[in-house]
């Protein structure tokens, strides 16, 4: 960890005080962070706070390179700190000389355990696809608007998840139980009540919702579409406050007892799904109930678990103006980021609904097989996440190793997305009555394969490089691209959609995905890059400074 002494200029408060300094938040924890028990040619040492490392070594520079000091005590100083530097070089070199394939088995188990808490989800909403489209096209057209509004809107509030493994990590480092708590409450509060207000407001406004987005000509799937959202939107509030559990979880470093809770839930809408649907002939409006049932099971099992390691998971504190500022400021550039993907998600399913009742049923078990492959190339920037920003900024620290941690991302990244890319494309191609037995529905379904695999085959490499980048913490550049991947993505979905139908829209997301690949490729081996800049943790540390 280089700091360079002439170019730290801080505020003429801290030369007077240096012990005025406060304590950094935890800058360089993951986002989120799964973390099982790994072997330790790849574990990264957590013996001492991060943030505390990072005071010791400002109250280094600060105590003996400001004016109480004599030229020569800043000579020694520096020469003691050069001292310091070379004596971690060795562990530096060692890290550095573990190969490609070392890591990529070592990623490989890390990223395993956690691949099941991210395939829950989509599954449940494949399970729905393929129950209901065994039933009814129209019911199967009807799920597209329905899930935009149940599924893609609780990615607006993937921002409570965010924060609250971020805030919990931190606090644990500092070894604060007390603080833990407290963010737990804070943000359990925050959870219910944006849960309530979604409840509100899917019972409300859910039809008219529907109606705008579906438009006139496709006002049969209104009704099946709007009764599946107000039975789904009774478990909003469990559901946000679930996700708080969950990631206070995580962010303890505890990966299997939220994969418990889901894999439960699971199974209740699995068996759920087939006996209202199958059996007992309720179709769409059966599959809501199972789904939501499944989600307040899975909140609840959530809090116990979080109870269970000692802490109150249902006790709520009302936040301050200042902790809803630290919240949503620790987390607005990743909402922005999501906010820009959900968008372009929704509006495939926008164009896609003005192309009739077949275009639209083929469209929804397209997106979710979609949607059920790309999640096994999360893990892989939850990998980067939680490995990066101790090479990028910790006291071992190493640009070479990050660099080639990210080949090792990648490699396993390409690898994963052709096979994803193979399996998801032969699923739709070689079984679509697993999905309905509509030839018409099937017809449309095999039009698209070839953007299908484009797109899906690029996703896992995309997560990678987009993991790296929220581990060197270069959010803005990130929300500002996903931004701009949105603008023009849109204007090439109008295009392409009006001009080819469902072909198009799917090539549209095929450009979307490579684009958004390119520019973080682009940005990561750029010699101003994060892995490349050898000032980026002293500029880094310095603004960090500057803020305290």
């Not at 789904?232 to 979880?249: D, N």
Request: aromatic residues 10%.
């Amino acid at each position: 960890m280089a700091f360079k002494l002439s170019s730290i200029a801080l505020p003429t408060s801290l030369r007077s005080s240096p012990r005025q300094i406060a304590n950094p938040t935890l800058s360089y924890l993951p986002l989120c962070s799964f973390s099982p028990s790994l072997s330790p040619t790849l574990r990264l040492s957590t013996a001492a706070s991060p943030s505390t490392v990072q005071l010791h070594h400002t109250r280094l520079v600060t105590t003996r390179a400001f004016p109480s000091h004599g030229d020569g005590q800043i000579s020694d100083a520096f020469q003691e700190h050069k001292h310091e530097e070379s004596s971690s070089q060795g562990e530096k070199k060692e890290l550095a000389k573990q190969g490609i394939w070392s890591q990529i088995k070592e990623i490989v188990m890390f990223t395993a355990p956690a691949t099941g808490l991210w395939i829950c989800g989509p599954l449940m909403s494949l399970i729905d696809t393929a129950v209901i489209g065994q039933r009814s096209s129209l019911e199967l057209a009807a799920l597209g608007p329905a899930t935009v509004v149940c599924d893609y809107m609780s990615y607006v509030f993937m921002f409570l998840s965010i924060a609250t493994s971020n805030m919990v990590a931190t606090a644990l480092a500092k070894q604060d139980k007390e603080e833990v708590q407290h963010h737990i409450s804070v943000l359990l509060f925050v959870g219910l009540s944006c849960g309530i207000l979604m409840l509100l407001f899917t019972r409300l406004f859910g039809a008219s919702l529907i109606t705008a987005f579906t438009g006139p000509k496709n006002g049969h799937v209104v009704p099946a579409a709007s009764t599946y959202v107000k039975i789904r939107g009774l478990a909003w509030p469990a559901l946000l406050v679930g996700w708080v559990a969950q990631s206070a979880s995580l962010g303890m470093k505890d990966s299997l007892g939220p994969l418990k809770s889901l894999a439960v839930a699971t199974v209740i809408n699995i068996t759920g799904c087939i006996l209202l649907c199958t059996y007992l002939g309720y179709g769409i409006v059966g599959a809501a109930w199972a789904t939501m049932v499944s989600q307040v099971v899975a909140a609840y099992m959530m809090i116990q678990t979080l109870n269970m390691k000692g802490y109150n998971a249902l006790a709520f504190s009302v936040p301050t103006g200042k902790e809803l500022l630290n919240i949503f400021g620790l987390a607005a550039p990743v909402f922005l980021t999501l906010m820009s993907k959900v968008a372009f998600y929704s509006l495939l399913i926008y164009f896609a609904t003005s192309m009739g009742t077949n275009t639209m049923a083929a469209h929804q078990v397209m997106v979710q097989t979609y949607g059920m492959c790309t999640v096994w190339g999360e893990p892989l920037s939850q990998t980067a996440q939680s490995f990066m920003p101790e090479l990028i900024y910790g006291m071992n620290r190493s640009l070479s190793k990050a660099r080639l941690l990210l080949r090792s991302l990648l490699t396993i990244g390409a690898i994963l997305g052709l096979l994803l890319g193979t399996v998801g494309t032969s699923v739709p191609w070689l079984f679509p009555y697993v999905f309905t037995p509509d030839r018409m529905v099937i017809q449309e379904m095999h039009r698209v394969l070839i953007p299908y695999f484009i797109a899906l085959a690029i996703t896992p490499p995309t997560h990678s490089l987009e993991g790296t980048l929220l581990a060197g913490r270069d959010l803005r550049f990130i929300s500002f691209s996903m931004c701009g991947c949105f603008c023009a993505g849109s204007l090439i979905l109008w295009f392409l959609s009006s001009k080819f139908g469902l072909l198009g829209c799917w090539f549209s997301l095929a450009i979307f995905q490579w684009a958004r690949f390119s520019i973080a490729l682009q940005r990561l081996f750029s010699s101003k890059g994060i892995l490349y800049s050898e000032d980026t943790a002293d500029q880094y540390k310095l603004r960090k400074l500057r803020t305290a």
